[in-house]
């Protein structure tokens, strides 16, 4: 069996580099096809260097565009690459425009598709991500499902039970296997000169947050407003979109501490040593779940109901008085929740799978 691996950004590096992985250690045939919609250092070779994998065998270079463009592009590439190469099944991973170019290319070619990380759902259609997740769904032939809620909602959109998997989620393997690692590697805090549990973690980059003058002005006051009430350093991680909708709305970033994006390394040990981390992703809602940390989402909705559930994640909005109120709540609460998104073997069960069949 030929597995095509297709990533494009920093968060599918991240979770498929246990799948990726897996791949050598059981010799499989496979190939890793980057699409290039990450490019910039620190969003893209800095993961393959961090996590020591094998370097893409092709890469796009379809860089940054409109969504038009940019699934366009990558389409018009994977369609080549599978022509040369026909591999029995492509993985994608999430919710990019990567992922559904690359289901839609392979599926149409009557490539089987496996999508991990399958049935996420914020019920929320303005959200780009939420179209491309729910259209690979649809076309896909393995749905690898994170968890129950994930696995329920796609029955109940009547994807056949028989397609359905539920294996966990990459995420927990890439912690697992990366956090001893970023002990002996890297000590971020003394690069930072800043200490365990004394300092909060931001990051900041959905469309819907930063691209809006409105919601990215209230962001950057909520952050003022709780280093006044607490003052404690903010360490802020700024993604490219971000620095530049900053830059181009002319908006001031004094009293944060602003650094670029920081390697997979580095990032898990800050989100490891923080006293609270304050974010719009969803791979840092699911890490900090997973690693004990509580979380406040600077957004409405999320796709990910299970840290809500169990305790680690609270939906504050942009609003400065409510992620006041979310950041005293969450720092007054016990902290131990149980880990929803699986044992760190998700990688392993999904390969299996795959060989089973
Ligand atoms: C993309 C995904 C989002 C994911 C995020 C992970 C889509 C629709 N969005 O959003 O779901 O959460 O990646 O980080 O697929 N840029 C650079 N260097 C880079 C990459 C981007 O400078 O390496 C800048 C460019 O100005 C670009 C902008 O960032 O226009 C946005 O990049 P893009 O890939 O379009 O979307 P993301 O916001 O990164
Ligand atoms: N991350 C990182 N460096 C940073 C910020 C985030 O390595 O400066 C990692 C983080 O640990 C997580 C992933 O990037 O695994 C999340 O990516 P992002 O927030 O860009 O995308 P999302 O998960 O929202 O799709």
């Known amino acids: 069996m030929k597995i095509g ?6 968060p599918e590096i991240i979770k498929m580099s246990p799948l990726i992985r897996e791949c050598e250690k ?7 096809l980057h699409t290039g919609q ?5 969003m893209d ?3 393959f260097d961090d996590l020591e994998l094998p370097k893409p065998k092709y890469n796009l270079d379809v860089g940054s565009g409109s969504h038009a463009e940019q699934t366009g592009k990558i389409m018009v590439g994977i369609e080549e690459i599978i022509n040369k190469e026909n591999p029995d099944i492509v993985l ?5 425009n990567t992922v559904l170019a690359g289901a839609l290319t392979a599926s149409k070619m009557h490539i089987k598709v496996g999508h991990v990380e399958a049935g996420l759902r914020s019920y929320d259609r303005r959200m780009p991500e939420e179209i491309n997740r729910v259209i690979t769904d649809h076309i896909s032939n393995y749905l690898f499902a994170p968890t129950k809620i994930a696995n329920d909602n796609l029955l109940e959109e009547g994807i056949g039970r028989h397609k359905v998997f539920m294996t966990g989620n990459t995420i927990v393997d890439a912690v697992y296997q990366n956090l001893k690692i970023a002990e002996n590697k890297v000590d971020i805090l003394k690069d930072l000169d800043i200490q365990s549990k004394e300092y909060f973690l931001i990051t900041a980059h959905r469309a819907e947050n930063v691209d809006s003058r409105e919601r990215l002005e209230k962001i950057l006051k909520g952050i003022v407003a709780l280093q006044k009430e607490y003052s404690l350093p903010i ?3 700024i993604h490219p979109r971000t620095e530049n909708r900053i830059r181009e709305f002319g908006f001031s970033l004094d009293g944060i501490r602003t650094t670029k994006p920081l390697g997979f390394l580095d990032f898990l040990q800050l989100e490891a040593n923080a006293k609270l981390v304050f974010t719009d992703s969803g791979g840092v809602q699911e890490e900090t779940c997973i690693m004990g940390i509580p979380c406040i989402t600077l957004r409405d909705n999320t796709e990910r109901p299970e840290t809500l559930e169990v305790g680690s994640n609270m939906l504050a909005g942009v609003e400065s008085d409510s992620i006041i109120q979310s950041a005293k709540k969450m720092m007054s609460e016990e902290k131990n929740w149980l880990n929803p998104f699986g044992d760190g073997k998700t990688a392993e069960k999904i390969i299996d799978i795959l060989r089973i069949r």
């Not at 691996?5 to 920093?10: E, F, M, N, S």
């Not at 990450?38 to 620190?42: D, G, Q």
């Open 5 to 10: 691996i297709i990533l494009g950004t920093r």
């Open 92 to 96: 994608v991973q999430g919710d990019t």
């Open 45 to 47: 070779l800095a993961f």
């Open 38 to 42: 990450h490019y910039s250092y620190e």
């Open 26 to 32: 059981r010799n499989l045939k496979y190939f890793i």
């Open 235 to 237: 360490i802020f991680p």
